[in-house]
């Protein structure tokens, strides 16, 4: 079974800083998508990469796929407390439909 | 995306009974997923349950325990059988439209007493 282990775990920064969440793996992934989900919500999809060294960028979010397919990283720009939420990576392995998911980065954004 | 709905949103419940959660979708999806978010913790993958075959589960995870059903395309349920305090989670359905993309309703927050 793959593993996804993001970092931080935790992360509490005041608003206007930047910060960058990491998602690695030993295994390849056919895609990988990143979430975040508020208290009492479910998941909302932000992004899906699907080729190695890709860039996506979501406003002040951007979302980098590893050249070899095994590791992510998501950046905000100037963290706003709207951000405040728990991101949650998540890996397709390349012969199943299923999602593997990240361990999950609580990021708080104090005013 | 599809609009994913769930019932109930949240529920309290004795230990011993069971809970039937329901998701419905606006549009005809093929492929359903169950998870589980235990307190504080990330997802994982209960089963995957496609129409006009049975659920497939995942290791960890029991039929009798956890019986699906996916009657159409647009709609499965999830039960909980027999509730133990350990069974208090956050229960979500989610679908894949596409080729990656997939997607999640709200969640039901279950509390067993």
């Known amino acids: 079974t793959q593993l996804l282990e993001q970092s931080p775990q935790f992360l509490s920064i005041q608003e206007g800083e930047n910060l960058t969440v990491y998602c690695n793996s030993s295994?390849?992934?056919?895609?990988l998508q990143w979430y975040r989900q508020e208290p009492g919500e479910g998941p909302v999809l932000l992004v899906t990469?699907?080729?190695?060294?890709e860039v996506k960028k979501l406003k002040r979010l951007t979302f980098q796929f590893g050249d070899a397919r095994k590791d992510s990283s998501l950046h905000i720009t100037a963290a706003q407390p709207g951000d405040t939420g728990l991101y949650l990576c998540a890996g397709a392995e390349d012969s199943s439909y299923k999602l593997i998911f990240g361990s999950g980065t609580r990021l708080l954004v104090r005013p | 995306s599809a609009v994913i709905s769930q019932k109930p949103s949240r529920d309290i419940c004795q230990r011993g009974t069971s809970l039937t959660i329901q998701c419905q979708v606006d549009?005809?999806?093929?492929?359903m997923f169950w998870y589980r978010q235990q307190p504080g913790q990330s997802l994982t993958l209960i089963a995957t349950?496609?129409?006009?075959?049975?659920?497939?589960?995942e290791s960890g995870f029991v039929i009798d325990k956890f019986p699906i059903s996916r009657p159409n395309l647009t709609f499965s349920t999830l039960t909980v059988s027999n509730m133990s305090p350990e069974d208090s989670s956050i229960y979500l359905c989610?679908?894949?439209?596409?080729?990656?993309?997939?997607?999640f309703g709200p969640g039901t927050r279950l509390t067993v007493t």
């Open positions: 990469v699907v080729t190695g060294g």
């Open positions: 349950a496609n129409q006009g075959s049975e659920a497939t589960y």
């Open positions: 989610s679908l894949r439209t596409g080729t990656y993309e997939q997607y």
């Open positions: 549009s005809q999806v093929t492929m």
């Open positions: 295994s390849v992934f056919s895609s």
